[in-house]
């Protein structure tokens, strides 16, 4: 029988809880996030940093978790799609992919929100080049991403009004 891997410690806040526990260091963040937690919008598509269905917010900046372990997020804070929505209200992002049909089987949407989310924050009126460049890691396969633009678009102009 091979030798058990010793796990080790870590803490991070996800989603803006806390948790603390030992893992195996080999462990992928996003089977962290599937497995451990439970939090299981996070998808997997290719498993080699190509399509982005696995990406989730590193203390705000996106990554692709199935090439991230999960010691890697140790004392840092991740936001996965599970965050998006407070109070049982949808993010203003998640309103307008259901609105402007930004999405059709939906396998992409979890790392598209995010990648969109992490976009507004740092453009809060993108142009579509920024638009493009901002989902540029994210592959989607239905929608031929118009109506993720258009949905972009309307959230962004939601935010920019509050
Ligand atoms: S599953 Fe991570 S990029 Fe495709
Ligand atoms: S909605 Fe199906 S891959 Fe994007």
């Given at each position: 029988?091979?030798?058990?891997?010793?796990?080790?410690?870590?803490?991070?806040?996800?989603?803006?809880?806390?948790?603390?526990?030992?893992?195996?260091p080999?462990?992928?963040?996003?089977?962290?996030?599937?497995?451990?937690?439970?939090?299981?919008?996070?998808?997997?598509?290719?498993?080699?940093?190509?399509?982005?269905?696995?990406?989730v917010?590193?203390?705000?900046?996106?990554?692709?978790?199935?090439?991230?372990?999960?010691?890697?997020?140790?004392?840092?804070?991740?936001?996965?799609?599970?965050?998006?929505?407070?109070?049982?209200?949808?993010?203003?992002l998640?309103?307008?992919?259901?609105?402007?049909?930004?999405?059709?089987?939906?396998?992409?949407?979890?790392?598209?929100l995010?990648?969109?989310?992490?976009?507004?924050?740092?453009?809060?009126?993108?142009?579509?080049?920024?638009?493009?460049?901002?989902?540029?890691?994210?592959?989607?396969?239905c929608?031929?991403?118009?109506?993720?633009?258009?949905?972009?678009?309307?959230?962004?102009?939601?935010?920019?009004?509050?």
């Amino acid at each position: 029988m091979p030798d058990e891997i010793p796990r080790v410690p870590i803490a991070l806040r996800v989603n803006g809880k806390r948790y603390a526990l030992e893992v195996e260091p080999r462990l992928l963040l996003v089977d962290f996030l599937r497995r451990e937690l439970r939090l299981t919008g996070t998808h997997v598509g290719c498993d080699t940093t190509y399509c982005g269905a696995c990406t989730v917010l590193l203390n705000g900046v996106s990554v692709k978790s199935c090439t991230a372990l999960a010691v890697q997020a140790d004392q840092s804070e991740v936001l996965t799609v599970e965050g998006l929505e407070q109070d049982g209200r949808l993010h203003p992002l998640q309103q307008a992919f259901a609105d402007h049909h930004g999405l059709q089987c939906g396998y992409c949407t979890p790392g598209m929100l995010l990648s969109a989310y992490q976009l507004l924050a740092k453009s809060p009126n993108p142009s579509e080049a920024e638009m493009r460049k901002g989902i540029a890691g994210n592959t989607c396969r239905c929608t031929g991403y118009q109506n993720i633009f258009k949905a972009i678009r309307a959230a962004a102009a939601q935010m920019r009004g509050r």
